[in-house]
């Protein structure tokens, strides 16, 4: 198990920065796929950006190259660097954990969310 704790929302301009926090209960080297979904009112939560153990990094194409995901595995920590905002970005930021203790087994965490809204 994990718990994640979000951070770093708030209220931004578009064309803004932000950089999100997730901090992790354990260390996070170990644990298979770390990312970002979010849901804006309305909508389905959606992936935003993941990034797995190894390092291979996953992004919408909605937020290619404007946004950035890291980790520090010291910390136990993923972040979200998130550039050139836009209003469409507007929406509450779900940190993810995915544990896969055996083959074909996924187990899902959840942080609590953190609102990003972007005003135009």
């Known amino acids: 198990q994990v718990q994640l704790v979000e951070s770093g929302g708030g209220l931004v301009q578009a064309g803004g920065s932000l950089r999100l926090s997730c901090a992790a209960s354990?260390?996070?080297?170990?644990?298979?796929?770390m990312g970002w979904y979010r849901q804006a009112p309305g909508n389905e939560r959606e992936l935003v950006a993941t990034?797995?153990?190894?390092?291979?990094?996953n992004y919408a194409d909605s937020v290619k190259g404007r946004f950035t995901i890291s980790r520090d595995n010291a910390k136990n920590t993923v972040y979200l660097q998130m550039n050139s905002l836009k209003s469409e970005d507007t929406a509450v930021y779900y940190c993810?954990?995915?544990?896969?203790?055996?083959?074909?087994?996924?187990?899902?965490?959840w942080g609590q969310g953190t609102q990003v809204t972007v005003s135009s």
């Open positions: 990034m797995t153990s190894g390092s291979v990094r």
């Open positions: 993810n954990a995915k544990i896969s203790p055996m083959y074909g087994t996924v187990y899902n965490y």
């Open positions: 354990r260390s996070i080297s170990s644990i298979n796929a």
